[in-house]
Every structure is written in C-alpha cells, then in structure tokens.
C-alpha cells in the first residue's frame, strides 16, 4: 500500500507570473498562499491552492518557451467534483476567451482539454459516473 496520499503539488514555469495566477484565480477560484520575490539564486514563485490542499506552484522564468500545443504532452491536469462544474467551468473559459476543447468521456472520467496562457496544453476532469448524460 503507497505511504503517500496523492499529489501536493506541480510545479510549472511562466514568463509571467501575474497573469497565470490571475487565470487561476479567475478561472479555478484559485488563491495565492505564499509568493517569493526573486532573489539571487531563486526566481520570483507563487503557490495558489486550487482546494482540497491541492497546489500548483508558478516559478517565473522571463526565458520560458511553453510546449509546442500540437504535442501530446502535458504537464497536468486538474479535477472538479462534477461534469456539471466542467461544463460551468467550460462556460467560464469560452467567455473569457480561453483556447479550450470539447468535453469527452473516456471510460472512467469527462476531460476538458484547455490551454493556459503561457500556452502548454493542460487537462480538467471530472469523474465520469455510470449513467452520466452526454457532455
């Protein structure tokens, strides 16, 4: 049995620090709970906490490249409790803008593929439940 109780956090890079934690606060309700200045030796980083003690941690990096998005790669992908918070969160991203997919059910989740504004591909899922209605 794993001593460990899932995942505390992801790190990712950004060129600009301001602006993912504001498209994580807007769109995932996310709130920053620590931020570090750049100081010799360590970048500027910021944790928000997306809930249920679930982090991601931004380090800022001016010469960041984000993923080519037509690669299959991605760096993570987030949860929500329901396919109808997917949807509202879909909703949320089309009217801000966001570069988001369609809604799919796989086997055993609803994943909505989005892209953040640094431009990596990510995922949000839902836990898809026998008898969920189409997406």
């Known amino acids: 049995m794993p001593v460990t109780s899932g995942i505390n956090h992801v790190t ?24 570090r200045q750049a100081t010799d030796g360590h970048p500027r980083t910021a944790i928000v906490e997306l809930g249920g003690t679930r982090y991601v941690k931004f380090v800022e990096d001016p010469a960041y490249r984000a993923p080519h998005t037509t690669t299959a790669i991605e760096r993570f992908g987030l949860a ?28 055993t989740q609803w ?10 591909p990510l995922q949000v899922s839902a836990h898809a439940r026998p008898g969920d209605p189409a997406a």
Do not use: C, K, Q
């Open 12 to 35: 990712t890079f950004t060129t600009d620090l301001d602006r993912m934690a504001r498209f994580y606060s807007d769109m995932f309700g996310a709130e920053i709970v620590f931020e």
């Open 111 to 120: 994943v909505l593929p989005f892209t953040d504004p640094d431009g990596t």
């Open 80 to 107: 929500v409790g329901s396919l109808a918070i997917l949807r509202e969160l879909r909703e949320r991203m089309a009217a801000a803008g966001a570069a988001i997919g369609e809604i799919e059910r796989l086997p």
